[in-house]
């Protein structure tokens, strides 16, 4: 039975949203206690996101959309970044001071130049994710 592309482009985003998480799949699996078969089955296409292991990802991770994990669309994104557009720098340098803490970047990491290559690829594929239209 061949898999829809929908299934699999589903699946590419969790795959993308657990390795922004910074998990494995097997701590992904643990964290949602489901098996890590299931999350590779899911990643794949070959299962769908079921409706409980939905509600455990938005309970486990209360930030995430559904509806990009699912059907890819980004309600909001264009309103948000016409909002952090609209603001004086002081307001954009907060949020973007904030983003790198969210990350687990420092002034002394930066300073330091001591940045994990991986981290820093995370951040970087979130930002190219978050302002896709």
Known sequence: MAVSK??????????????????TQEQFA????????TVKKMETGEYNISLDTQR?????????????LLFGERKGINELWAQILA???WEKL????????????????????DIDEERLRRLIQYFKESFKD
């Open 87 to 89: 603001l004086d720098e």
């Open 6 to 23: 929908e299934k699999i482009a589903s699946g590419n985003r969790l795959k993308m949203l657990r390795e922004q998480l910074g998990y």
């Open 56 to 68: 455990k990802i938005k309970k486990t991770f209360d930030n995430v959309s559904m509806e990009y």
């Open 30 to 37: 643990e964290k949602l206690d489901i098996s890590v078969s």
């Open 94 to 113: 907060i949020i973007f001071q904030r983003l790198f803490a969210y990350f687990g970047f420092d002034d002394k990491t930066i300073a330091n130049r």
